[in-house]
């Protein structure tokens, strides 16, 4: 089966904790994307990478990190410096180029205890 | 800066009914529009993808258009099924193509009751 597979499904984090979020693809894709979606609201990107060990900030970069060292693999960190965290957290990745769509996975729904 | 608004924010419509959905940009300078399809909780399934240099395109029940010139596009859905019943998000791609950026609008959440 080819897709993009999240983990975890739900995920509860502590004041002051670092959170990393999960993103794998086997559709051999060379970009990937990062988006934050709170209630009401579209989906705002966080962080993007269109080749390996190379990425760039999106609109809301800050409190997050992320990090490409396999092609297929995009993980994100969340960190504590992230004043809001709580949100659904949806990885996706296309092809090379514009023309393509972008293909999503299921989703991550953080929440801050 | 490019900005995507969808009105209405929720739509309610008896079974069998067709009906429009809409999604405005500001700038005209777009590569090219999806929309997307959401259920609650999960990721986005893509519906329609419309080049820049397109009018429309069409899925089964589904058509989309496209005018740049005024930045609006919309989503015609035919004779509407609960099994329809979703969030709907339009996303432009400005970006000259090359990073894949999207920038969505907030959505429309369609109820179709039998």
């Known amino acids: 089966d080819g897709g993009i597979t999240q983990s975890p499904k739900y995920l509860f984090r502590k004041e002051g904790q670092n959170v990393t979020l999960s993103c794998e693809q086997n559709?051999?894709?060379?970009?990937m994307y990062w988006y934050r979606q709170d209630p009401g609201q579209g989906l705002r990107l966080i962080y993007y990478?269109?080749?390996?060990?190379?990425?760039q900030k999106g609109d809301i970069a800050e409190g997050y990190s992320v990090s490409r060292e396999k092609k297929e693999s995009f993980p994100l960190t969340v960190t504590s410096a992230q004043k809001n965290p709580t949100a659904f957290y949806l990885c996706?990745?296309?092809?090379?180029?514009?023309?393509?769509?972008?293909?999503f996975g299921p989703g991550t729904r953080l929440t801050v205890l | 800066k490019q900005e995507v608004t969808q009105i209405p924010a929720a739509l309610s419509v008896p079974e069998g009914e067709n009906l429009v959905l809409n999604c405005s940009f500001t700038?005209?300078?777009?590569?090219?529009l999806q929309w997307f399809r959401q259920d609650p909780g999960k990721g986005l399934t893509s519906l329609l993808l419309?080049?820049?240099?397109?009018r429309e395109q069409t899925s089964g029940r589904l058509n989309a258009s496209l005018d740049k010139s005024s930045g609006r596009s919309t989503l015609y859905i035919a004779a509407s099924q609960p099994g329809d019943s979703a969030t709907y998000l339009c996303?432009?791609?400005?970006?000259?193509?090359?990073?894949?950026?999207?920038?969505f609008g907030q959505g429309t959440t369609l109820q179709v009751k039998p």
């Open positions: 419309i080049q820049s240099s397109q």
């Open positions: 700038d005209s300078a777009i590569y090219n």
């Open positions: 996706a990745s296309k092809n090379a180029g514009g023309t393509d769509t972008q293909y």
């Open positions: 559709l051999n894709h060379d970009a």
């Open positions: 996303a432009v791609n400005g970006d000259g193509g090359n990073t894949g950026k999207l920038i």
């Open positions: 990478s269109q080749i390996v060990n190379d990425f």
